[in-house]
C-alpha cells in the first residue's frame, strides 16, 4: 500500500531561499516563486517507498488591506490560486506591524506555531503516514522533535530543502536525522510559478515586501 504524504510548506522560508540559490539580486517579482502542488509532488515522486501525495499545507503572513491594499490583493489572488486545488490548504496570520512601521518592515507573527501544532496534531490523529515539513526555520525543531516522539508505527517524518548556491542548511534533530529532500536548481525550475500576482487578474506572487513576511 502507498505512503499518504502530507508536505508542509513553510512558504516565505521557501521562497527567500530559492531566491537567494537560483537568483541574483534585484529579484524579479515572480523569482523565487514556487507552486505548492507541484512541489508536494516532486517530492513525493522522489521518494523510494510507493507514495500518494494527499495534501500540501502552505504557512503563510497576510498583509493588512488597510495599511498595504495592493500587496493585500496580491496575496489574496495567489492564495486563490493554491486554493483552486482542493488538496492545498493555506493558513494564513495577520502580519505584526511595529510602531515604527513602514521605516521598519512587518513580520510574520504565529506562521511557525500553526505550523508546528499542525505538523504534531495531525500526526497523532494518524493523518498522513509521512510529513515532509519544507523550511529551513530553527524554530521548527521543536515541531519535529515532538512528531518524532510520537510511538505510532504508521507516522514518518522526512525533512526538504533547497540545495544551490549559498544553501546547505536544514533541519535536523540529532544524528543528522530526519531524512532531507535535497531540491536542486532542476527542482526549482520544475515547480516554479511565473504569474505576477500584483497584476488584477492573475492568480498569485510578488516581491517579499508586498505579500510576504515583511513587507513596507
Given at each position: 500500500?502507498?505512503?499518504?504524504?502530507?508536505?508542509?510548506?513553510?512558504?516565505?522560508?521557501?521562497?527567500?531561499?530559492?531566491?537567494?540559490?537560483?537568483?541574483?539580486?534585484?529579484?524579479?517579482?515572480?523569482?523565487?516563486q514556487v507552486d505548492?502542488?507541484?512541489?508536494?509532488?516532486?517530492?513525493?515522486?522522489?521518494?523510494?517507498?510507493?507514495?500518494?501525495?494527499?495534501?500540501?499545507?502552505?504557512?503563510?503572513?497576510?498583509?493588512?488591506?488597510?495599511?498595504?491594499?495592493?500587496?493585500?490583493?496580491?496575496?489574496?489572488?495567489q492564495t486563490a490560486?493554491?486554493?483552486?486545488?482542493?488538496?492545498?490548504?493555506?493558513?494564513?496570520?495577520?502580519?505584526?506591524?511595529?510602531?515604527?512601521?513602514?521605516?521598519?518592515?512587518?513580520?510574520?507573527?504565529?506562521?511557525?506555531?500553526?505550523?508546528?501544532?499542525?505538523?504534531?496534531?495531525?500526526?497523532?490523529?494518524?493523518?498522513?503516514?509521512?510529513?515532509?515539513?519544507?523550511?529551513?526555520?530553527?524554530?521548527?525543531?521543536?515541531?519535529?522533535?515532538?512528531?518524532?516522539?510520537?510511538?505510532?508505527?504508521?507516522?514518518h517524518i522526512e525533512?526538504?530543502?533547497?540545495?544551490?548556491?549559498?544553501?546547505?542548511?536544514?533541519?535536523?534533530?540529532?544524528?543528522?536525522?530526519?531524512?532531507?529532500?535535497?531540491?536542486?536548481?532542476?527542482?526549482?525550475?520544475?515547480?516554479?510559478?511565473?504569474?505576477?500576482?500584483?497584476?488584477?487578474?492573475?492568480?498569485?506572487?510578488?516581491?517579499?515586501?508586498?505579500?510576504?513576511?515583511?513587507?513596507?
Amino acid at each position: 500500500m502507498a505512503d499518504r504524504v502530507v508536505v508542509y510548506v513553510d512558504y516565505m522560508n521557501v521562497f527567500m531561499v530559492a531566491r537567494q540559490c537560483f537568483h541574483e539580486r534585484p529579484y524579479g517579482p515572480t523569482q523565487g516563486q514556487v507552486d505548492p502542488w507541484k512541489l508536494g509532488l516532486r517530492i513525493a515522486q522522489r521518494r523510494r517507498r510507493p507514495s500518494v501525495l494527499v495534501g500540501v499545507r502552505v504557512y503563510r503572513g497576510v498583509p493588512d488591506a488597510s495599511r498595504q491594499p495592493l500587496p493585500y490583493a496580491a496575496n489574496e489572488r495567489q492564495t486563490a490560486a493554491w486554493r483552486s486545488n482542493p488538496k492545498v490548504e493555506v493558513i494564513r496570520r495577520p502580519l505584526r506591524y511595529p510602531a515604527t512601521w513602514p521605516q521598519q518592515r512587518a513580520q510574520e507573527k504565529g506562521v511557525d506555531v500553526a505550523l508546528g501544532i499542525d505538523f504534531v496534531r495531525l500526526a497523532v490523529r494518524g493523518t498522513y503516514d509521512v510529513g515532509v515539513l519544507m523550511s529551513t526555520d530553527s524554530d521548527l525543531v521543536p515541531a519535529l522533535e515532538g512528531a518524532l516522539e510520537i510511538k505510532t508505527a504508521s507516522v514518518h517524518i522526512e525533512v526538504a530543502a533547497w540545495a544551490g548556491r549559498g544553501a546547505n542548511r536544514r533541519l535536523t534533530v540529532g544524528n543528522n536525522l530526519p531524512w532531507c529532500h535535497r531540491l536542486d536548481r532542476a527542482d526549482y525550475e520544475a515547480v516554479r510559478d511565473p504569474r505576477d500576482y500584483n497584476r488584477a487578474g492573475t492568480q498569485a506572487g510578488v516581491e517579499p515586501g508586498a505579500i510576504g513576511s515583511a513587507g513596507r
